[in-house]
């Protein structure tokens, strides 16, 4: 699904979320995923692959229970179909079931440490490297996400559509992975992507976090290098947010005397606890593969500043809370006044909701 690294299905560009450089290839692979507006989940109608072989599931066990059918459609190369009408409990006879046709897909998804998983009326057909996924809702004890669509291609081409994600918390097999986040609500009203083994665009909308609001985000994506298996190490992405809201700007406020100073000269009192209005974001941002993100033009434009320079964003792992933000501002009034700013922030105080 997203390709900073290798994908489920063992060819190169997808996630592995095992190894070395695990923080900064998740990360690179969530921020080459977001969505695409020319990524649509309408395909066109394709008739029912053959059946070999068909068999009813109906599983009734204190730790799962599903209802659906299981199809084979040819041996070599291996494809088949799971239908479930529902499903609810231990994922882990899901996995088993998939191992066979994509054994990286079945670790991707257990390495989740999903440990009760919902699934509504859920398609999914594996075909070589052909994987088409529809599923009305997914729900785990962190949240749900509804109307999930991925389709993947031969070539390495696949489009991901989804609507309603809401997380109170990430999963345990991401919590610390992606940076050091406290627990709390995230999520986005929707999402459209679509890529290839080298690039990837798209856009959401309604996006929240702790502590910051986007009412449109878009991004693009690509790779910029390879490690010596001829994996994806290094990315370089452009984003532009919309109506953008920073609720827990305040809270940095209070422990960056430099963030607080830039309010100030702004016109802005950083002791309100009011959601700082932050307009229109713009920046590019390389990655090294190492834990290190480089931000380039940074550009923001709200009616009561605008900021231009660069930064960078260091991932230093652990859960001291060590990750930090550092950026080289140029401030420039509405009444013409300019300041320069340098700024480090602790990225934990940026995640309060």
């Not at 390709?3 to 592995?16: F, I, K, L, M, S």
């Not at 899901?94 to 859920?122: C, H, M, Q, V, Y």
């Not at 231009?308 to 990750?323: I, T």
Request: hydrophobic content about 40%.
């Amino acid at each position: 699904m997203f390709w900073c690294a290798d994908r489920p299905d063992g060819r190169r560009g997808g996630t592995n979320i095992r190894g070395a450089g695990i923080r900064t290839s998740l990360l690179t692979a969530l921020l080459l995923a977001l969505p695409a507006s020319h990524a649509g989940a309408e395909t066109q109608a394709a008739p029912p692959p053959r059946e070999l072989l068909g068999q009813i599931v109906n599983i009734d066990r204190p730790e799962f229970k599903a209802k659906g059918r299981i199809a084979l459609h040819r041996l070599n190369p291996l494809a088949g179909q799971l239908i479930l009408s529902e499903s609810k409990g231990d994922p882990e006879w899901i996995f088993k079931t998939i191992a066979p046709w994509n054994p990286r897909l079945a670790s991707f998804l257990k390495g989740l440490k999903i440990e009760d998983l919902a699934l509504t009326e859920t398609d999914l057909l594996l075909d070589g490297a052909k994987i088409d996924w529809k599923v009305a809702e997914i729900a785990i004890p962190e949240g749900r996400v509804e109307q999930v669509v991925y389709q993947q291609e031969e070539g390495g081409l696949w489009n991901l559509a989804a609507q309603t994600l809401r997380l109170e918390r990430l999963p345990k097999g991401l919590q610390g992975v992606v940076v050091s986040l406290a627990p709390g609500a995230m999520g986005f009203d929707r999402l459209q992507a679509s890529g290839d083994r080298e690039r990837g665009s798209g856009h959401a909308t309604g996006v929240f976090g702790q502590g910051w609001r986007v009412a449109r985000l878009e991004g693009s994506g690509e790779v910029t290098g390879r490690d010596a298996q001829g994996r994806p190490n290094r990315g370089g992405f452009t984003w532009k947010g919309s109506g953008t809201r920073a609720p827990g700007l305040a809270t940095a406020a209070k422990k960056v005397p430099e963030l607080a100073e830039l309010l100030r000269f702004a016109g802005r009192d950083p002791g309100s606890k009011e959601p700082v209005e932050l307009g229109k974001i713009t920046l590019r941002v390389e990655s090294d593969g190492l834990g290190l993100f480089t931000l380039q033009k940074i550009q923001l434009d709200a009616p009561w500043i605008q900021l231009a320079g660069d930064g960078a964003l260091e991932l230093k792992g652990g859960a001291g809370g060590k990750d930090q933000l550092r950026m080289n501002l140029l401030a420039k009034r509405p009444d013409g006044g300019t300041k320069r700013f340098k700024v480090t922030i602790p990225v934990a105080t940026l995640v309060k909701p």
